[in-house]
């Protein structure tokens, strides 16, 4: 069974950075696509990044050059440097193997103060 443990959100500036985790246990993170997700406050979650077992990251056009997507195969974590923070950043973050039938971890919050 998959679970997934996100953590690392919080309260940042417009223009700050976090850095939010996810540890993931019963499935390997090295040898799956995984991906962070954002729910906006009453949105519908939608894919923000990509990490590819290969390690190649793909990232949503509106986050491309603040978001870093990476991995801790030691660790079977993925993280999700988040930098150059908007308000439109805000909101709960969930990461997921990509086009896997598992259950969502409880996600993080995200909120960028204007």
């Known amino acids: 069974q998959v679970q997934l443990v996100e953590s690392g959100g919080g309260l940042v500036q417009a223009g700050g950075s976090v850095n939010i985790s996810c540890v993931v246990s019963?499935?390997?993170?090295?040898?799956?696509?995984m991906g962070w997700y954002h729910q906006p406050p009453g949105g519908q979650r939608g894919w923000v990044a990509t990490?590819?077992?290969?390690?190649?990251?793909t990232y949503k056009d509106s986050v491309k050059n603040r978001y870093t997507i990476s991995r801790d195969s030691a660790r079977n974590t993925v993280y999700l440097r988040m930098t150059g923070l908007k308000p439109e950043d805000t909101g709960v973050y969930y990461c997921?193997?990509?086009?896997?039938?598992?259950?969502w971890g409880q996600g993080t919050q995200v909120t960028v103060s204007s």
């Open positions: 997921k193997p990509v086009g896997a039938r598992t259950s």
């Open positions: 019963g499935l390997i993170v090295s040898a799956n696509d």
């Open positions: 990490i590819s077992k290969w390690n190649h990251a």
